[in-house]
């Protein structure tokens, strides 16, 4: 059974994870399955907004981020813009990119110009750099991502989302049981040995 | 240099460090400096809802702490009352026990009787059960903890906490550093090691 990583473009704390999970899964022998949704779209239906307008756990959130990146030997601009401007593009590029084969490629290069950077994850030039990155065509795949299809396949990943309960990102999923951060990366992987 | 542990009776994952800090303390050698402080005042400032209005988060956030709950093997009965009544009060009384002396045994008795028991730490029987289980007589304390005074320390203290831009619990503050979560505490210790 593989792991879930339920992911958007726009989460913060999915920048680890992002940069992270291939060389865990080398480690672990656990396939990940990458899943974009649409987190806005959840967050704004529970009138959630998780830091923009709360000015000091926004500044604890940089904080811890600048100390966790260190600690994973990443790099960090900071602040990254925040937030994101078209979250909801950027993930059904993601979604594609993944149906097709090159997302990761597109999403590790769309996070590292975001936060290393500083180049919005939602908006040009980040759109066309991180598909050129990825190998691919970007006006060919931006029409392609801007399809009445490819925003039916991420408004479908996003209501398996909210069936599984989820509500920020990133996540990780072992059957039906949800861990939610980044920091609960250990304990999924530590259910799934113990459900394998 | 000791560890500050910010915390606030009524905060869920408050539950854990309060069972564990005294272990933790015997094991690393290091001093935790309890600190309570009026949570639900910043958070109304704030105008922050944790979880309480998002049904969702909520259901996750009892899932959690029922599996962290069973790995650090305390009770846990399903779920407890949330959110409780009178937190200030709750948060004036710990903050008078841990002047006076018994205010650990106050606020384990306390998270105890809500977490295990079902019983609300904010309104009785708790607050008097607790007194006792602390070895304090419950009318005379509870006069004391109810005067002007007890209210403006406990004031003092949650504009220390702003001050630290603290907007939720529980935290470890390692000189001006904040590590907020229960599960930031080995983080905390290790930059407390670090700077030490």
Redesign the interface.
């Known amino acids: 059974m593989a792991i879930d990583f339920w992911f958007a473009i726009g989460s913060t704390y999915t920048y680890f994870p992002v940069m992270r999970l291939d060389t865990v899964e080398a480690e672990t022998g656990i396939h990940f399955n990458w899943r974009p949704f649409n987190l806005r779209k959840v967050l704004l239906a529970?009138?959630?907004i998780p830091f923009a307008?709360?000015p000091?756990?926004l500044?604890?959130m940089w904080?811890?981020i600048e100390?966790r990146a260190a600690a994973f030997g990443l790099s960090v601009s900071m602040p990254p813009p925040y937030t994101i401007t078209d979250a909801e593009r950027a993930n059904r590029i993601a979604l594609l990119g993944l149906k097709e084969g090159w997302g990761k490629a597109y999403i590790r290069a769309s996070y590292r110009r975001w936060f290393a950077e500083g180049q919005d994850a939602g908006a040009e030039p980040n759109f066309v750099a991180s598909l050129r990155e990825a190998g691919q065509d970007p006006d060919a795949t931006l029409a392609r991502a801007d399809t009445a299809e490819a925003a039916e396949a991420l408004d479908r990943a996003t209501d398996e989302a909210?069936a599984l309960?989820?509500?920020?990102a990133p996540n990780f999923v072992v059957g039906d049981e949800?861990?939610?951060g980044h920091?609960r990366l250990d304990?999924a992987i530590a259910w799934h040995r113990y459900k394998g």
């Open positions: 529970m009138n959630s307008d709360k000091a756990k500044a604890y904080r811890d100390r909210v309960g989820l509500f920020g949800v861990f939610w920091d304990d």
